[in-house]
C-alpha cells in the first residue's frame, strides 16, 4: 500500500484525476471501476474538463461501478446511475452501452449479480478501481462483517448508512434498506486499486483501515492485501495517522520514473 498525503482537498482531487487520465491515455481500451459519493464529484468534474479541454478520451473505455440500490430505477434521482449520468457519463464521450452498474431492479438477484461478475471477467477484469470509505470503513456497501473473499451481492444497509443517506431521499423513510455492491473479493482483484478520503471526518477510520489490523468489521482494512493500492489523503483526513512522517518521506524520495505527481 502507498500512502500520499496531499496538503489539501484540491491537491489530492487533482492527483486522482490525473491518475485516472495518465492510465487511460496508455491504455485506451481501460477497464476502470467507478464509486459514487460527495467524494468522487471533484475528480469526475476534472475527468469532464480534462475530456473537454485535453482530449481525454473515453470512446474505448468500459466502466464498472461498485454499486446501486435495490429497487431504484435508473432515472431516480437518487440512484446511482442517475449519478453517475449527471456526474461523468452524459459530459464524456463514453458509450452508453460501455457503462455498467449493478441493477438495482433485476427480478433476479443472484443471476444479475453472475452477470455482473462474468461481464468484469470478460473483459480482462478492473485495471483500476476508484474508492472512497465510509464512516464505518466500508468500501462499496460492504457493510462491517462483509467476507474479505465476498463478491458481487446484495447486502443488508447498516442502520448508521440509513441515517446517514436517508436525507437525500427527502423522507428518509423512502430509502432503501439493501444494495447491489461489489464484493471486497471482487475489488482487490482489480490491478490498481486507488482510494481517495479528504477531511477531517474520516481521520478516524483512515487510520483505523490503513494502520490497524486487517478486519472485516473495517472493509477497508483488506487494501492492505493488495499490492497496488494507492491511497490518497488530504492532511486533514491523514491527521491521525502515526507514521505519516514516514509515508512523506517514502514519497519524496521515490525515484521520479515512479511518482505519480
Known amino acids: 500500500m502507498e500512502i500520499i498525503i496531499q496538503p489539501d482537498k484540491a491537491a489530492a482531487v487533482d492527483l486522482t484525476a490525473r491518475i485516472v487520465d495518465r492510465r487511460i491515455r496508455e491504455k485506451p481500451k481501460f477497464v476502470l471501476g467507478l464509486a459514487t459519493g460527495r467524494t468522487m464529484e471533484p475528480v469526475y468534474a476534472e475527468l469532464v474538463r480534462r475530456h473537454r479541454e485535453e482530449g481525454l478520451d473515453f470512446s474505448q473505455v468500459h466502466t464498472f461501478n461498485l454499486d446501486e440500490y435495490v429497487g431504484l430505477p435508473p432515472e431516480h434521482d437518487q440512484s446511482y446511475r442517475y449519478f453517475m449520468n449527471q456526474q461523468l457519463f452524459d459530459h ?17 438477484i443472484p443471476a444479475e449479480c453472475a452477470a455482473f461478475e462474468a461481464e468484469i471477467a470478460a473483459l480482462g477484469g478492473v485495471d483500476l478501481q476508484l474508492l472512497g470509505i465510509g464512516s464505518d470503513g466500508h468500501i462499496g456497501f460492504n457493510e462491517p462483517m462483509s467476507a474479505i473473499r465476498s463478491r458481487t451481492r446484495i447486502k443488508t444497509l447498516t442502520r448508521e448508512t440509513v441515517e446517514q ?96 505527481d
Request: glycine share 8%; aromatic share 6%; net charge negative.
Open 165 to 260: 443517506n436517508g436525507p437525500l431521499f427527502g423522507d428518509p423513510g423512502l430509502m432503501p434498506k439493501h444494495a447491489l455492491t461489489m464484493g471486497v473479493g471482487t475489488i482487490l482483484e482489480s490491478e490498481q486499486c486507488l482510494m481517495l478520503v479528504t477531511g477531517a471526518g474520516k481521520a478516524d477510520i483512515v487510520a483505523e483501515a490503513l494502520e490497524g489490523p486487517i478486519s472485516s468489521m473495517v472493509t477497508a482494512s483488506a487494501l492492505q492485501l493488495h499490492p497496488r493500492t494507492v491511497v490518497i489523503l488530504d492532511e486533514a483526513a491523514a491527521a491521525k495517522l502515526t507514521r505519516s512522517d514516514y509515508y512523506r518521506w517514502t514519497y519524496d524520495n521515490k525515484p521520479a520514473w515512479q511518482r505519480l
Open 92 to 108: 464524456i464521450n463514453i458509450p452508453p452501452a460501455n457503462t455498467r452498474l449493478p441493477d438495482g431492479m433485476a427480478t433476479d
